[in-house]
T-cell receptor, first 111, second 115 residues
């Protein structure tokens, strides 16, 4: 079963613009992670934010976490065509044994 | 180390046949996970190993599915008597520690088509 839902399901922007994706989840979490998947390939880990953190940065990525609203957002600044991919949030419920993935946002960055 | 390897990349099989997939994780990683992903969906958890011990199995893993990780190294996922509903991408991932510390490293997946 999917733990979370990403919003929007699909996003199309121009190169250089910022892209924002949102993730909502249902149960309490230990941490939340974001992954990228290029078409037909495996997933690549982008960033992890713990439940006691509110914001985290990594390069052009900025992640926020609001545990009271059970939501997270991923911001990609100054997007590039190479950022075109599907982006998934994944939650660790605290058991430390598995991640539960959301439904994903398809991002298309056009030249 | 070149990351997580999965073999084969693609598999087409007839309904009712058995198939086996292999995953070679990063050698230092003691945790190994199998996920299944259908088109337009996120990965769904199937099972998890810590070293050679299979510690958790999803209800998605019916009696026709079995996974092993002998000696805590590579892992195999076998599907017996395949059905068309088994068509999906099967993803393997590994990590060196509980999920709260590091992210997963995924392989490129095995795409299964049951005809």
């Amino acid at each position: 079963s999917q733990q979370g839902e990403e919003d929007p399901q699909a996003l199309s922007i121009q190169e250089g613009e910022n892209a924002t994706m949102n993730c909502s989840y249902k149960t309490s979490i230990n941490n939340l992670q974001w992954y990228r998947q290029n078409s037909g390939r495996g997933l690549v880990h982008l960033i992890l934010i713990r439940s006691n953190e509110r914001e985290k940065h990594s390069g052009r990525l900025r992640v926020t976490l609001d545990t009271s609203k059970k939501s997270s957002s991923l911001l990609i600044t100054a997007s590039r065509a190479a950022d075109t991919a599907s982006y998934f949030c994944a939650t660790d419920g605290g058991g430390g044994n598995k991640l539960t993935f959301g439904t994903g946002t398809q991002l298309k960055v056009e030249l | 180390d070149t990351g997580v390897s999965q073999d084969p990349r693609h598999k087409i099989t007839k309904r009712g046949q058995n198939v086996t997939f292999r995953c070679d994780p990063i050698s230092e990683h003691n945790r190994l996970y199998w996920y299944r992903q259908t088109l337009g969906q996120g990965p769904e958890f199937l099972t998890y190993f810590q070293n050679e011990a299979q510690l958790e199995k999803s209800r998605l893993l019916s009696d026709r599915f079995s996974a092993e990780r002998p000696k805590g190294s590579f892992s195999t996922l076998e599907i017996q008597r395949t059905e068309q509903g088994d068509s999906a991408m099967y993803l393997c991932a590994s990590s060196p520690a509980p999920t709260g510390t590091y992210g997963y490293t995924f392989g490129s997946g095995t795409r299964l088509t049951v005809v």
